[in-house]
């Protein structure tokens, strides 16, 4: 699995692309959590679209809250459904305003 958010640095509060690319397994299902390691945000958790055309890629939009306290580590849990198991796959990084 490979898993990319762009634009890089990570901004809150624009656009976030989010892309997930499979090889080797069916994925019927792809969604992404988003949540503060160290502070709740709230929800956010953008089920990603399977792109027409390209087999095992995924892609969606989400965007970030933004933190009084400047920068913010997160971690973006890619929630994959292969019709057999739910696969939890985190991934962690940080944004700034």
């Known amino acids: 699995m490979e ?6 640095p990570i901004p809150a509060l ?9 090889r080797g397994s069916e994925v019927r299902r792809v969604e992404v959590d ?3 390691t160290d502070m709740k945000m709230g929800y956010n958790r953008p089920l990603l679209a399977a792109q027409a055309g ?3 890629r995924f892609s ?16 973006a849990t890619v929630l994959v459904d292969n019709g057999k ?3 939890a796959v985190p991934f962690r990084f940080v944004s700034g305003n």
């Open 60 to 75: 969606g939009q989400a965007s970030l809250p933004v933190c009084i306290t400047g920068s913010m580590e997160w971690e």
């Open 14 to 22: 624009r656009p976030l692309q989010l892309q997930a690319s499979f």
């Open 34 to 36: 988003l949540a503060g």
């Open 3 to 8: 898993f990319s958010i762009e634009p890089r």
């Open 54 to 56: 390209s087999s095992g």
């Open 85 to 87: 198991a739910l696969i």
